[in-house]
């Protein structure tokens, strides 16, 4: 190996430095290195990618943590202590990438069990020869080389192959399963229907609140909700054990409520009870719905734990008025979500604000029009520089009411990953994640598997996969993503299978036209860009990673004017989200690389290509894609 360069030395010396002096400002990220070194982008990402073969954002990372290593090693200090010393405000976030980095745990090396047999120098300069600078078309064919060689291992060996052979018949079919079915009404009355929804929400809730029970998800039940099925055969349908159903009749100002535990093997009640009490007794309201769960977890011998029983027994408001303005809101909501009827989201808005005008610190009344703004703005302030931001506002205003609401810590979480803010995404879903099991928890599990596998912490992500589907047995969602993975081993037969399966159990869905494009099927993959457009349109919303994809299948069988409009509708989109820096959560660059491919303008499709290959953004998901995807065949 040639010496190093004294220069180059001084060069990534220079960039310690920087890292070091800003080392406790969790806040320091790529813009703030690139603007304290003197160096452009462009520069700064080639130099150092030629010196140490890292990304900026992994040479910030991989600097904090050998200063955590050290301070471990002489400092009377805790993890927790050194993963905030050093720049991280998520001790979870820190102690996955410590592991990671040098394949122990931080703890073992307070307790001195790990052997570290060198130092690891992060500014260690890689040996250089003398090249001549490379032309694009073996740029590209040695990132793919690249490609294929880190996903042959990383994906297959770390997650493919043992979860996709080993655990995709894991299923919900524990002995502590069960479903809960939509509450029957008994009232003549069918506008009070959304009281009932509310009870057996809540119900739901705090039976997926103890974390010995699985419950399966409203969806898979919902479509039970009218039905003459025996119970035994909707349970055998469900793949549980147990079957939870009730009834609800309102008369004058009292309410009446049974439930019943019915076991799916005999077909027989196991547990059933009664409760009738004044609508204006809201605790006792509440009390009966916690009682209910704690009732059929005693039942099935379920252990419920001292924060489980914190958590079932919390009120979120005293006020019985604000509560039934509350569970309309939801009602109305649910029909927007559905329909996008715009009367009906501002009817839900206008009953969530009368809640707090009754009780100005029920915190989920907050969510809820966070929540409702989500929906209703996302797409239409995609563009603006205040996206999202009035969202973040009334969440804050919910925690400071209630610190322990796991649907706020779970919006923060995706507020902060649409603002491209990793750390503090992260946080927040573990936050969440802390507060909450059964539906719910696979939810923030999927969540957050997702962004770690795109990070390659496959293990992690893998576990979170198992465990999310453990919880709610959703195969279905399970399947999709490893089928994902699938495609970085080259083989689209089996994402392409589990993509059919996964459009049966949701019609809705709009993933995978990518798949359809690249095994060549035109006519199939025109059908589904249709049937993709259809869906945009009735719920509203923009195409903002489709439209490129779309325009490929509408050229393939002649639709060329389609196409184009499609084709400059993703160049337009992608150029808006450049300018506002939303290029790390969206892959602006990535799919705008593959339109100007697309397009024929090979010279903004390299260059593109070059600066997502070379940045911090350059994660497993998109390794995978680029080894199949149509839109570059052209380059």
């Known amino acids: 190996m040639t010496e190093p360069n004294p220069i180059d030395q001084a060069f990534l010396r220079k960039l310690t430095d920087i890292v070091l002096a800003n080392l406790q400002n969790d806040k320091f990220g790529v813009r703030d290195l690139i603007k304290k070194s003197g160096y452009s982008h462009y520069i700064l990402t080639r130099k150092l990618h030629s ?32 993963s905030f010393r050093v720049g991280f405000n998520n001790v979870t976030y820190f102690n996955t990438c410590f592991h990671e980095f040098f394949g122990y745990p931080p703890g073992k090396v307070r307790k001195g069990e790990a052997e570290i047999t060198e130092e690891i120098n992060t500014t260690q300069i890689t040996a250089k020869k003398e090249h001549k600078k490379p032309e694009w078309g073996t740029f590209l064919f040695s990132l793919g080389i690249l490609l294929f060689a880190v996903l042959i291992y990383l994906v297959y060996n770390g997650f493919v192959k043992n979860s996709l052979l080993d655990n995709s018949d894991v299923t919900a079919n524990t002995p502590k399963s069960l479903a809960v079915l939509p509450l029957r009404n008994l009232s003549e009355d069918i506008t009070d229907q959304y009281i009932y929804d509310g009870i057996m929400e809540e119900i739901f809730d705090n039976l997926t609140k103890i974390h010995d029970l699985r419950v399966i998800s409203h969806t898979s039940v919902e479509q039970f909700r009218n039905t003459t099925k025996p119970v035994s055969e909707i349970g055998k349908m469900l793949n549980v054990n147990y079957i939870v159903e009730g009834s609800g009749q309102k008369f004058g100002g009292s309410f009446r409520l049974r439930v019943q535990l019915i076991e799916v093997s005999t077909d027989k009640h196991i547990w059933s009870k009664s409760f009738q009490h004044r609508i204006k007794e809201t605790k006792k309201f509440f009390r009966i719905q916690s009682q209910v769960a704690q009732d059929i977890a005693s039942e099935l011998k379920a252990t419920i734990t001292k924060e489980e029983m914190e958590l079932l027994s919390k009120v979120p408001t005293t006020n019985p008025t604000a509560y039934d303005l509350y569970l309309k809101a939801n009602n109305y909501q649910k029909d927007y979500q559905k329909t996008r009827n715009l009367s009906s989201y501002q009817t839900a808005i206008n009953l969530y604000r009368a809640a707090l005008e009754i009780d100005s610190a029920f915190a989920k009344s907050y969510t809820g029009i966070a929540k409702a703004y989500w929906d209703r703005y996302y797409y239409e302030t995609f563009f603006k520089e205040n996206f999202l931001d009035s969202c973040l506002v009334l969440i804050n205003i919910a925690l400071s009411l209630d610190n322990r609401l796991e649907e706020a810590y779970y919006l923060k979480g995706m507020y902060y990953y649409e603002k491209n803010n990793f750390e503090e995404a992260v946080s927040n879903y573990d936050k969440a994640l802390n507060l909450t099991s059964g539906k719910e928890r696979a939810i923030i599990l999927r969540t957050l598997g997702g962004i770690y596998g795109d990070r390659g912490f496959v293990e992690k992500a893998k576990s979170m996969f198992n465990e999310a589907l453990m919880l709610d047995g959703d195969s279905a969602s399970h399947r999709i993503r490893l089928g994902y993975l699938e495609t970085a081993l080259g083989n689209l037969d089996v994402p392409l299978k589990f993509l059919k399966k996964y459009n049966e159990w949701d019609s809705t869905f709009t993933g995978g036209l ?17 049937k993709i457009i259809k869906i945009y349109k009735k719920r509203g919303t923009l195409p903002l990673h489709d439209s490129h994809r779309i325009a490929f299948a509408f050229w393939r069988v002649g639709k060329y004017k389609e196409a184009k409009y499609y084709l400059n509708q993703q160049i337009k989109y992608g150029e808006e989200s450049l300018k506002l820096g939303r290029d790390n959560a969206y ?10 491919a697309f397009s024929g303008d090979k010279e903004k499709a390299y260059k593109l290509l070059e600066e997502f290959s070379t940045g911090e953004d350059f994660t497993l998901w998109w390794l ?10 052209g380059i």
Do not use: C, H, P, W
């Open 51 to 82: 010196l140490t073969n890292k990304t900026i954002n992994q040479f910030i990372r991989e600097t904090r943590l050998q200063k955590a290593l050290e301070l471990l090693q002489e400092e009377e200090m805790t993890a927790t202590e050194v």
């Open 514 to 530: 990518d798949i359809y494009n690249a095994v060549g099927r035109k006519e199939e993959a025109y059908i589904y860009a249709e």
């Open 587 to 596: 892959a602006v660059k990535y799919d705008l690389a593959g339109a100007y």
């Open 624 to 633: 995978s894609m680029m080894r199949f995807d149509t839109l570059f065949e």
